[in-house]
């Protein structure tokens, strides 16, 4: 407190013009119009700024549920594209028959850990068995397929990154349909590889890489890349290709895990088929 009265005595006379300096400002305020509406449009501006300011510092903080507002919405509507379901044809209708059947869900999901420099790279997500998610189920991106899953916790779940040597998915180019296997060679994050398609097939730079729905993982069409560069060697019967691949594995934030749901089916009638 002696500090307090302190202060106020060695400033003494700059407070007192103070408030005598604002109480003038007051009075001119009030006693003329001119004066008036410039003091009201400047402190309007004033406060419209810090009015700003806090919405954009709250908006901020709500980024992380827009996101996952949006990530959720995303995968209701990514269940409702017509490639990702299968269309039932019956003998004997009735006004119940349904003619589509659903075939894929996704669930979204959120990156806690990723690598992409490694030989053999890996994601985290922060969802797991209690959230649907199992071994075997696809992983995908808004711009391209990410990898499969392979571990799962109660709530957590590990992904083979495209990026991993034992990473393989079945593609297609999308023009022609001829298909082949998509693989990492552990250099470019950014490049992947494309085997098996037959030197006599034409291709071109830029053709377009999708996923072929030859499995029970992938669903068919899912974007993967475009065609790099390509070469044959001489005595060889297919395409050593080269692709740039469509998402930037290096910028993962929200993914979806999808869920096959004529997996179990599809597996049995495999496994009959092998026994045969």
Known sequence: MRYF???????????????LESFAVYLTVNNHTFHRSIALSVSGEITGRMENSVNNVTEYLRLKEA????????????????????????????????????QYQFIPAKVISNSVTRRNNYIMLD?????????????????????????????FAW??????????ISAKIKKNG?????????EHYQHGTLNDIPANVLIKKGDTVVTSGYSHIYPSGVMIGRIRDFTVDKGYNFYDITLDF??????????????????????QLEQFKVDE
């Open 5 to 19: 009265f302190n202060f106020l005595l060695r400033n003494y006379f700059i407070i007192v013009f103070l408030i």
């Open 159 to 168: 992904v083979n990154s495209v990026l991993h040597k034992q990473t393989k």
């Open 178 to 186: 001829f298909v082949g296997t998509i693989t990492w060679d552990g």
């Open 67 to 102: 996101n996952t507002r949006l990530a959720e919405e995303n995968s209701r509507l990514r269940s409702q594209i017509p490639e990702l379901i299968i269309k039932k044809f019956k003998q004997v209708y009735s006004k119940n028959d349904t003619v589509f059947k659903q």
């Open 246 to 267: 469509s998402q930037d594995y290096n910028k993962l934030a929200y993914v979806y895990v999808v869920v096959n749901l004529f997996k179990e089916e599809q597996l």
């Open 127 to 155: 969802k797991g068995l209690v959230d649907g998610i199992r071994q075997d189920m696809a992983v995908i991106a808004p711009d391209g397929i990410v990898g499969i899953v392979t571990k799962v916790s109660t709530n």
